[in-house]
């Protein structure tokens, strides 16, 4: 015989499935009545006492964009009336008339959803406002020291903070948060000062052997070498090139580097670059390299009084197409170049990431996205004058009648059978 401990044990046991299987019948029969509760609730009901019978009747609710008409008799449903012209209701009612839409929008908001018969107007502050009480107001700037935690919106205030340590804010700004400060030793310099909430850290101790801001090929250069690009590059297009160039010949070694560390049109150009270094005691080398520094000094006659933020350099190298400069290559541009040389260096780095495309052209792009930056004028208008001024300078293309005279129909021959 089972003992009293076995008897136990097979009575909870079937207790405990008993309980199981009435749970479930339990949670069907819940789930089945809120089933049935949100089907009969729907459309929404209200009570209404029915003078003809002297009941008291569950008549549905009107629709957003409709008014109540007639209500719901023992023989017949409720009956809604659409809004009005100018006028709404935007939720499930039992009112005879509908809402008035706003007239009109207070000073500096602007229309961000029209009225209809089923929302009211619904206005917004305009760009770097937001609502306070019933005015559109600016929003705060942070200070230096003090970068942005949360950009302003047309609902709330920019909200600042101190920048931490490590971090810096050095101008006033409703959009800027703070930056970190520079890693001198991750450019190979030296600590000379540390920064503080207001200004970056200051490097220093750069090796000779690197070039303090470093531009491969001037906006310049790129106009005089560009003719020599093909559109369609044959596997040898480059040993053609070095073979077809006068003077001093630039070694195997060096195409070699050259093809392994630049895409193909940039090899051209660097090719070029190499080979006016290489023969620039040659009295037609040395007017090449006259009319080039001419035309640079030109360019930095027209940019050269730019000192533009970091906000505003990121917003530029923003509004170039094709792959973007990082962060990080505009922060150490900051610190190696000159304020006139800063957006040289940028064109030059966005360049080699885009040997496909010509740095005219995307900067001709940039200017027509640069007002959704809030981009000085000034500095557009220098920019446009130096797209007008590389455009119209007629030199470089004398310089495409010598070069292909230099390298002769060799060249010629390639450029045609690339076509």
Same mark, same amino acid.
């Given at each position: 015989?089972?003992?009293?401990?076995?008897?136990?044990?097979?009575?909870?046991?079937?207790?405990?499935?008993?309980?199981?299987?009435?749970?479930?019948?339990?949670?069907?029969?819940?789930?089945?009545?809120?089933?049935?509760?949100?089907?009969?609730?729907?459309?929404?009901?209200?009570?209404?006492?029915? @003078?003809?019978?002297?009941?008291?009747?569950?008549?549905?609710?009107? $629709? @957003?964009?409709?008014?109540?008409? =007639?209500?719901?008799?023992?023989?017949? #449903?409720?009956?809604?009336? $659409? %809004?009005?012209?100018?006028?709404?209701? !935007?939720?499930?009612?039992?009112?005879?008339?509908?809402?008035?839409?706003?007239?009109?929008?207070?000073?500096?908001?602007?229309?961000?959803?029209?009225?209809?018969?089923?929302?009211?107007?619904?206005?917004?502050?305009?760009?770097?406002?937001?609502?306070?009480?019933?005015?559109?107001? #600016?929003?705060?700037?942070?200070?230096?020291?003090?970068?942005? +935690?949360?950009?302003?919106?047309?609902?709330?205030?920019?909200?600042?903070?101190?920048?931490? !340590?490590?971090?810096?804010?050095?101008?006033?700004?409703?959009?800027?948060?703070?930056?970190?400060?520079?890693?001198?030793?991750?450019?190979? +310099?030296?600590?000379?000062?540390?920064?503080?909430?207001?200004?970056?850290?200051?490097?220093?101790?750069?090796?000779?052997?690197?070039?303090?801001?470093?531009?491969?090929?001037?906006?310049?250069?790129?106009?005089?070498?560009?003719?020599?690009?093909?559109?369609?590059?044959?596997?040898?297009?480059?040993?053609?090139?070095? !073979?077809?160039? @006068?003077?001093?010949?630039?070694?195997?070694?060096?195409?070699?580097?050259?093809?392994?560390?630049?895409?193909?049109?940039?090899?051209?150009?660097?090719?070029?670059?190499?080979?006016?270094?290489?023969?620039?005691?040659?009295?037609?080398?040395?007017?090449?390299? =006259?009319?080039?520094?001419? %035309?640079?000094?030109?360019?930095?006659?027209?940019?050269?009084?730019?000192?533009?933020?970091?906000?505003? +350099?990121?917003?530029?190298?923003?509004?170039?197409?094709?792959?973007?400069?990082?962060?990080?290559?505009?922060?150490?541009?900051?610190?190696?170049?000159?304020?006139?040389?800063?957006?040289?260096?940028?064109?030059?780095?966005?360049?080699?990431?885009?040997?496909?495309? !010509?740095?005219?052209?995307?900067?001709?792009?940039? +200017?027509?996205?640069? #007002?959704?930056?809030?981009?000085?004028?000034?500095?557009?208008?220098?920019?446009?004058?130096?797209?007008?001024?590389?455009?119209?300078?007629?030199?470089?293309?004398?310089?495409?009648?010598?070069?292909?005279?230099?390298?002769?129909? =060799?060249? =010629?021959?390639?450029?045609?059978?690339?076509?």
């Amino acid at each position: 015989m089972p003992s009293s401990v076995e008897s136990t044990l097979c009575f909870c046991r079937h207790t405990y499935a008993y309980v199981l299987a009435f749970a479930d019948v339990h949670q069907w029969f819940l789930d089945l009545s809120i089933k049935w509760t949100t089907q009969e609730n729907f459309p929404p009901k209200y009570l209404h006492y029915d @003078p003809e019978t002297s009941r008291q009747l569950m008549c549905d609710k009107c $629709p @957003p964009g409709t008014s109540l008409k =007639q209500h719901c008799t023992a023989r017949r #449903k409720t009956v809604c009336a $659409p %809004c009005p012209d100018h006028y709404y209701t !935007d939720s499930w009612h039992t009112s005879d008339e509908c809402l008035y839409c706003t007239p009109v929008c207070k000073e500096l908001q602007y229309v961000k959803q029209e009225c209809s018969r089923t929302h009211n107007r619904v206005c917004e502050c305009e760009e770097g406002r937001y609502l306070e009480l019933e005015f559109c107001l #600016k929003h705060r700037t942070c200070p230096p020291g003090f970068g942005v +935690l949360h950009v302003g919106t047309p609902e709330r205030n920019t909200v600042c903070r101190r920048c931490p !340590d490590g971090f810096f804010s050095n101008e006033t700004s409703s959009k800027a948060p703070c930056r970190k400060h520079t890693n001198c030793s991750a450019f190979g +310099l030296l600590l000379t000062q540390k920064g503080n909430s207001t200004h970056d850290n200051i490097c220093s101790g750069r090796s000779e052997s690197t070039e303090k801001c470093g531009i491969d090929v001037t906006l310049c250069e790129e106009a005089f070498f560009r003719f020599a690009v093909p559109t369609k590059f044959t596997p040898n297009w480059l040993s053609v090139l070095v !073979d077809s160039l @006068p003077g001093t010949k630039v070694n195997a070694e060096s195409v070699e580097r050259i093809k392994r560390r630049h895409s193909s049109q940039e090899q051209t150009f660097q090719l070029l670059k190499l080979w006016k270094h290489q023969n620039k005691d040659q009295d037609m080398v040395k007017k090449i390299i =006259q009319d080039i520094d001419l %035309c640079e000094s030109s360019v930095q006659r027209h940019i050269g009084h730019a000192n533009l933020t970091f906000e505003q +350099l990121r917003g530029l190298m923003e509004s170039l197409p094709g792959k973007k400069v990082t962060t990080e290559d505009i922060e150490k541009t900051m610190k190696a170049c000159k304020s006139s040389e800063q957006i040289l260096k940028l064109l030059n780095l966005w360049r080699i990431k885009n040997g496909d495309q !010509d740095t005219l052209k995307g900067l001709m792009h940039a +200017l027509k996205h640069l #007002k959704t930056y809030h981009f000085p004028k000034t500095v557009t208008q220098s920019l446009k004058k130096i797209v007008r001024f590389l455009h119209s300078f007629t030199m470089y293309k004398l310089y495409q009648k010598l070069f292909l005279e230099m390298i002769g129909n =060799q060249v =010629q021959s390639v450029k045609i059978s690339c076509l």
